[in-house]
T-cell receptor
Framework: AQSVTQLDSQVPVFEEAPVELRCNYSSSVSVYLFWYVQYPNQGLQLLLKYLSGSTLVKGINGFEAEFNKSQTSFHLRKPSVHISDTAEYFCAVRGNQGGKLIFGQGTELSVKP | DVKVTQSSRYLVKRTGEKVFLECVQDMDHENMFWYRQDPGLGLRLIYFSYDVKMKEKGDIPEGYSVSREKKERFSLILESASTNQTSMYLC????????????FGDGTRLSIL
């Protein structure tokens, strides 16, 4: 069965520091991966996606992620975070059926001044 | 931009009531999804639909049903609400073809008293 594991439930970090949010997946089909962000009291917004091609994917708000097939990982990174990046982040992999996605448990990123 | 609109942001109902959560998307998407979001559990898929009048069970369908009479509208029904259905409910839509991201509404925070 497909699954997604986000290795950290909470990540506190100071403003302007780099951050990495970790995601590992298991999938028996072609791999399509997504990162979403959820700001307080809002729905999920797509940050970036990996469908094929270059393993380094750039997204919105300065985030990027690297697809590593051998380690079955898709970690999210940002070189310098802002207070406004405080949110919950979800990693997801496409499921076996069409548009279905399997989500990780989420990582709460807390950026402190 | 894709717009997914959920009819209520906050809803309070009583145990045993029949509850309807409505979701409308404006981009002619074929696929629509209902999730519930609980702390530490991420997003769990309740039901999804790939076409009008078509529905598929997700991972946690018990206690829920859905209706899709028109392409743009996907309703989630709690037949007899119980306190363990207190949660955040998120609706999403996507198009078919190469795996496309899902677009989310802002969510409905439902409390069952």
């Amino acid at each position: 069965a497909q699954s997604v594991t986000q290795l950290d439930s909470q990540v506190p970090v100071f403003e302007e520091a780099p951050v990495e949010l970790r995601c590992n997946y298991s999938s028996s089909v072609s791999v399509y991966l997504f990162w979403y962000v959820q700001y307080p009291n809002q729905g999920l917004q797509l940050l970036l996606k990996y469908l094929s091609g270059s393993t380094l994917v750039k997204g919105i708000n300065g985030f990027e992620a690297e697809f590593n097939k051998s380690q079955t990982s898709f970690h999210l990174r940002k070189p310098s975070v802002h207070i406004s990046d405080t949110a919950e982040y979800f990693c997801a992999v496409r499921g076996n059926q069409g548009g279905k996605l399997i989500f990780g448990q989420g990582t709460e990123l807390s950026v402190k001044p | 931009d894709v717009k997914v609109t959920q009819s209520s942001r906050y809803l309070v109902k009583r145990t045993g009531e029949k509850v309807f959560l409505e979701c409308v998307q404006d981009m002619d998407h074929e696929n629509m999804f209902w999730y519930r979001q609980d702390p530490g559990l991420g997003l769990r898929l309740i039901y999804f639909s790939y076409d009008v009048k078509m529905k598929e069970k997700g991972d946690i369908p018990e206690g829920y049903s859905v209706s899709r009479e028109k392409k743009e509208r996907f309703s989630l029904i709690l037949e007899s609400a119980s306190t363990n259905q207190t949660s955040m409910y998120l609706c999403a839509s996507s198009t078919t073809g190469v795996p496309q991201p899902q677009h989310f509404g802002d969510g409905t925070r439902l409390s069952i008293l």
